[in-house]
């Protein structure tokens, strides 16, 4: 019984994350990879010894990881990961909460993404002397880089990339956009950091998307 090359029979480094990865993968995404070894990458020993047949064939099993995943990733604006979290600043009942939100499904090297920072006393606005937001996207997958408004993070398994905006004499603060991301990602995640300061007492929290 034929047996999936990446499984078996190769195990250095460069297959190993690889394998970790596709093991992230539905059943129907490992059965596509075994298909793909069955029908064009069963390849003579003696040919996998060399650097340039073992390079095709990371980029093909990644060409599947890749068109899996893209399935359910799916673009649908109707669905969102969405979080928050709150403290009182100092010595007041004015409550500093930080906002996140995100997609639950990308495609197309795009996503929607906001953060804010809001103030609140009894559940009504409250205007402080200063409120910031600072807005984190992050990136995770096999060599991605995450990008926002020209700003891009480095490239790796992670890649993050943050801007802020300070709001005064407001219960506001709030951020917006549309990222973008290439290379074989699985997730993004947006992270948001709320700082209030009111008659001399700050305060600071923060929270992840998901």
Same mark, same amino acid.
């Given at each position: 019984?034929?047996?999936?090359?990446?499984?078996?029979?190769?195990?250095?480094?460069?297959?190993?994350?690889?394998?970790?990865?596709?093991?992230?993968?539905?059943?129907? %995404? *490992? #059965? $596509?990879?075994? &298909?793909?070894?069955?029908?064009?990458?069963? !390849?003579? @020993?003696?040919?996998?010894?060399?650097?340039?047949?073992?390079?095709?064939?990371?980029? %093909? *099993? #990644? $060409?599947?990881? &890749?068109?899996?995943?893209?399935?359910?990733? !799916?673009? @649908?604006?109707?669905?969102?990961?969405?979080?928050?979290?709150?403290?009182?600043?100092?010595?007041?009942?004015?409550?500093?909460?930080?906002?996140?939100?995100?997609?639950?499904?990308? @495609?197309?090297?795009?996503?929607?993404?906001?953060?804010?920072?809001?103030?609140?006393?009894?559940?009504?606005?409250?205007?402080?002397?200063?409120?910031?937001?600072?807005?984190?996207?992050?990136?995770?997958?096999?060599?991605?880089?995450?990008?926002?408004?020209?700003?891009?993070?480095?490239?790796?398994?992670?890649?993050?990339?943050?801007?802020?905006?300070?709001?005064?004499?407001?219960?506001?603060?709030?951020l917006s956009g549309r990222?973008?991301?290439?290379?074989?990602?699985?997730?993004?995640?947006?992270?948001?950091?709320?700082?209030?300061?009111?008659?001399?007492?700050?305060?600071?929290?923060?929270?992840?998307?998901?």
């Amino acid at each position: 019984m034929r047996r999936l090359i990446l499984l078996d029979n190769f195990r250095p480094p460069e297959y190993r994350f690889l394998y970790e990865f596709t093991g992230l993968l539905s059943p129907n %995404a *490992m #059965a $596509s990879a075994k &298909l793909l070894h069955e029908e064009g990458v069963h !390849l003579p @020993s003696h040919q996998m010894k060399g650097t340039s047949m073992k390079r095709k064939l990371l980029v %093909a *099993m #990644a $060409s599947v990881a &890749l068109t899996v995943v893209s399935i359910p990733l !799916l673009a @649908s604006p109707a669905q969102a990961f969405s979080n928050h979290s709150e403290v009182y600043l100092p010595s007041t009942n004015i409550r500093l909460q930080a906002n996140a939100w995100s997609p639950t499904r990308i @495609s197309g090297g795009r996503f929607d993404w906001a953060t804010s920072s809001k103030a609140t006393v009894n559940g009504g606005r409250k205007a402080i002397q200063s409120i910031k937001n600072t807005a984190t996207l992050r990136a995770e997958g096999i060599n991605v880089t995450v990008s926002n408004s020209g700003a891009s993070g480095g490239t790796g398994l992670s890649s993050s990339t943050s801007l802020s905006w300070t709001n005064t004499n407001s219960w506001i603060s709030d951020l917006s956009g549309r990222g973008g991301y290439t290379g074989l990602v699985y997730r993004v995640t947006v992270n948001s950091a709320a700082f209030g300061v009111h008659q001399g007492v700050k305060k600071s929290v923060d929270v992840w998307s998901w």
